[in-house]
């Protein structure tokens, strides 16, 4: 488990098609503490940067035979499947986690939480 210091703003990433769980993401990671959330609609896009956890919608086979994602996650950045439409028992031993959708602010508190990264204080 990779904790988060206190105290810092977050850098998050999210990549979805869907502009409506974009931007209902995007505004709970801010109100967490977000201090970067970078938001792209597919994995055709070119985000740079270091995250502290990153958020895609998409199919979870895609996402492990994807180079990008497998080097930002052995870097540390913690990933997130948005609506994988596994059951969170298919993810054990994978390195990722997921997101149900539909989410509340809960939810998303939650698995921020379980990967380690707490809100900054202050």
Excluded: C, Q
Aim: aromatic content about 10%; proline content about 6%.
């Amino acid at each position: 488990m990779h904790d988060t210091p206190t105290g810092l703003l977050r850098n998050f990433l999210i990549v979805t098609p869907n502009v409506v769980v974009a931007e209902d993401l995007k505004e709970i990671l801010a109100e967490f503490g977000g201090g970067v959330v970078e938001v792209f609609a597919s994995m055709a896009s070119t985000w740079k940067g270091t995250y502290d956890a990153a958020f895609f919608a998409i199919p979870v086979g895609d996402l492990l035979h994807e180079r990008r994602i497998r080097d930002m996650h052995d870097a540390g950045t913690r990933v997130v499947v948005l609506d994988g439409g596994l059951p969170e028992s298919a993810y054990y031993g994978t390195g990722l986690f997921t997101l149900p959708h539909p989410f509340r602010t809960e939810d998303v508190i939650a698995v921020l939480e379980k990967i380690g990264i707490t809100k900054p204080d202050g």
